[in-house]
């Protein structure tokens, strides 16, 4: 899977203009970390409805920038979280942060070529 969707990257760059696009990719990598920040809180509190809203949120703005598998990742975080999972799945949560981290590596890529 892709880390990144090229059509809702072009759907989004087309709906905006040239100049804004980098302006969002940069809230988009700002509302990333800190989701991630407060994802991490969460699991250290052992605290899944926390950390199931997070996710939702993760999942909700990946989608909307094409970030396809973050979203995937955020999505079954949540999933986790609603079956009270979550918190202790280290090996989902270390996945969700390499995630993290490739997303981020791309975006940051992808701005600076706009």
Same mark, same amino acid.
């Given at each position: ?39 991490? !809180? @969460?699991?250290? $509190? ?7 809203? *997070?996710? &939702?949120?993760? %999942?909700? =703005?990946?989608? #909307? ?14 999933? !986790? @979280?609603?079956? $009270? ?7 989902? *949560?270390? &996945?969700?942060? %390499?995630? =993290?981290?490739? #997303? ?11």
């Amino acid at each position: 899977m892709d880390i990144l969707d090229d059509e809702v990257l072009k759907r989004l760059a087309t709906d905006t203009s040239r100049g804004r696009f980098p302006v969002l990719i940069a809230a988009f990598l700002k509302e990333i970390e800190k989701c991630t920040e407060q994802l991490n !809180a @969460a699991v250290s $509190e052992r605290d899944e409805g926390k950390v199931r809203e *997070i996710a &939702h949120v993760l %999942k909700s =703005v990946s989608g #909307t920038f094409g970030a396809t598998r973050l979203y995937e990742s955020s999505t079954r975080i949540e999933q !986790a @979280a609603i079956e $009270e999972k979550a918190c202790h799945n280290l090996a989902l *949560i270390d &996945h969700h942060s %390499k995630t =993290v981290g490739d #997303t981020v590596l791309a975006f940051t890529e992808l701005n600076s070529k706009s």
